[in-house]
C-alpha cells in the first residue's frame, strides 16, 4: 500500500522520452505492462503516446546533422595515349546505397535537387 502524504504532481514527459519508452515495448518479447511497471506509468499511457505517435502528433526526432559516410574515389579514366582529354569533360559524382541504388550526379545538379532525390530514397 502506497500513501501519499502531499501534493502529487505529474511528470513531464520529453518526446524522446515516450519513443525511447515505446521502442523498449516495440523489442521482441516485450510486454507491455512490464515495460510500464518498470517506468512507473499505466499500460492505458503508453497505449495513448503509441495513438499519439500513429497520428503523428508524436514528435519524431529529425536525423541528425551531416554525417561522414565512407568514400571510395576512383578514376574510371584510363591514363596514356589512348586517353581522351579530360579538359571540358563533364565531371561526375556517382553515390552508391548501400541497397545497391546507384545515383549519378553531374555539375549541373544544385544542392537543393540532390538533397531532395537522397531524401526520397532512403524512405
Given at each position: ?37 518498470r ?6 499511457l503508453?497505449w ?76
Amino acid at each position: 500500500m502506497e500513501i501519499i502524504t502531499g501534493v502529487e504532481r505529474r511528470r513531464r514527459w520529453r518526446d524522446e522520452d515516450k519513443l525511447r519508452v515505446l521502442a523498449e515495448v516495440e523489442q521482441p518479447g516485450a510486454r507491455t505492462s512490464e515495460v510500464a511497471r518498470r517506468h512507473d506509468i499505466s499500460r492505458g499511457l503508453l497505449w495513448y503516446w503509441r495513438r499519439q505517435l500513429r497520428q503523428g502528433r508524436l514528435a519524431v526526432p529529425s536525423a541528425p546533422g551531416p554525417v561522414f559516410l565512407p568514400v571510395q574515389v576512383s578514376d574510371p579514366v584510363p591514363s596514356g595515349p589512348a586517353a581522351p582529354a579530360a579538359t571540358g569533360a563533364d565531371p561526375r559524382i556517382e553515390i552508391v546505397l548501400p541497397d545497391g541504388t546507384c545515383v549519378r550526379v553531374g555539375a549541373e545538379v544544385d544542392t537543393a535537387a540532390l538533397r531532395r532525390v537522397l531524401t526520397a530514397l532512403r524512405r
